[in-house]
């Protein structure tokens, strides 16, 4: 693989930096120096900070032409200013690191030495130094995004990223919090681009304090999060998970009302009639919903609805099993037994439903992650 390309972008995302920022430049103009790279730009996107980190990268910008700075009057949130700096950037490759130290930029040699072979290349943290509590964090995002969209990078939020311009700079991104990342990775893999996972060193913070463990930082990535997951790049299964799941609930729903307006007023005497026809109205309820609004079949009734009700039946063989199985040889309470019958009766009905009962109007865009057929995901484990 290749070194160093002909031109590059380096930016630093800032917020009251004051007391690292001008190292992290100076740490940029001697890397890239070394490294022989024939036209560069450093760019600082400061994001409103409250301290003097403009003051400061106005000094620099006069000290030398090589760095820029790209000023928000108000703090506007991390993704706003990473996306400023991909927007501002005018070189063939961008590469965007936080201001903090907290990254040795000597390591973005790593990175470009998969270029142009790899369309992105990102870092991801081989021992991340920070609290046990934004590991945590960190982990249940990486999952939630693994689920909702799968997106199957190793450190999502790593702030050592390396993309080529054009992949990155018509992007229709949404966000501009705390789930940019996610989503800035989501659509680049979705379309098909060759991604590379580089391992990097992670150092702890030595100034300064960092902002995204803030409530009102986590509240807005996860709106985002519920924007993003509506449109277009949502799991399609998972949306049919949770669909199925509130049809279950709305079909228990209308059994128990019709039985109790059969067997309590209509035919009060006659109370297993009175339940064989609730529960049939439940099961209609039920195949009508899934097949319109669950899975939007087209397939004709009478070839899918004997399928509904053979599925319906071998979902209860199910929980009947495993409820006696949890009882009798697991020796579970019952209200546990009950659980686990129950889940795993919903568990056979979905996907005996979506594989073998509902006819696709589509192919679907994956899989169960849904992720893009095309992806070239490489993950290298550099120490």
């Not at 519920?226 to 049919?240: C, F, Q």
């Not at 209860?316 to 040889?329: A, D, E, I, R």
Request: one cysteine or more; proline letters at 3%; glycine letters at 8%.
């Amino acid at each position: 693989m290749t070194g160093a390309p002909q031109s590059i972008s380096v930016f630093f995302p800032a917020y009251n930096e004051e007391a690292n920022i001008a190292a992290a430049v100076a740490q940029a103009q001697e890397v890239l120096t070394s490294l022989g790279v024939p036209d560069y730009e450093i760019m600082v996107v400061n994001d409103g900070s409250r301290d003097r980190t403009r003051e400061i990268v106005e000094e620099l910008c006069h000290r030398d032409a090589h760095v820029r700075l790209v000023n928000h009057q108000v703090n506007q949130g991390y993704g706003a200013t990473v996306w400023s700096g991909i927007m501002s950037s005018t070189m063939d490759y961008i590469f965007f690191t936080d201001g903090d130290l907290q990254f040795d930029l000597a390591e973005i040699a790593r990175l470009l030495a998969y270029v142009p072979e790899c369309d992105v290349v990102v870092g991801f943290r081989i021992k991340r130094q920070d609290s046990p509590i934004r590991l945590l964090n960190a982990w249940a995002w990486n999952v939630l995004n693994h689920l909702l969209f799968g997106l199957k990078v190793k450190d999502i939020d790593c702030a050592f990223k390396l993309f080529k311009r054009e992949v990155v700079s018509g992007l229709p991104m949404r966000s501009r919090g705390a789930m940019f990342s996610a989503e800035l990775l989501v659509r680049i893999i979705r379309l098909g681009f060759r991604v590379a996972e580089v391992g990097v060193t992670h150092y702890p913070r030595k100034a300064g304090s960092a902002t995204g463990a803030r409530l009102s930082v986590i509240l807005r990535a996860f709106r985002e999060l519920w924007r993003v997951y509506g449109s277009e790049l949502g799991s399609k299964t998972v949306k049919e998970l949770i669909k199925f799941g509130c049809v279950g609930v709305l079909n228990t729903l209308v059994d128990w009302a019709a039985y109790l307006l059969l067997g309590f007023l209509v035919m009060p005497r006659y109370p297993v009639p009175a339940k064989v026809i609730s529960y049939s109205i439940g099961i209609l309820n039920s195949y009508f919903l899934n097949k319109h609004w669950t899975f939007g079949s087209l397939g004709r009734v009478e070839s899918e609805f004997p399928k509904f009700i053979l599925s319906n039946a071998t979902s209860l063989v199910f929980n009947t099993v495993v409820m006696y199985s949890s009882l009798q040889f697991l020796h579970t309470p019952r209200v546990e037994g009950l659980v686990l019958a129950t889940l795993a009766s919903f568990a056979v009905n979905f996907f005996t439903c979506r594989r073998f009962v509902f006819r696709k109007t589509s192919k679907s865009t994956g899989g169960l992650l849904g992720l893009h057929p095309g992806t070239g995901m490489v993950r290298l484990r550099d120490v």
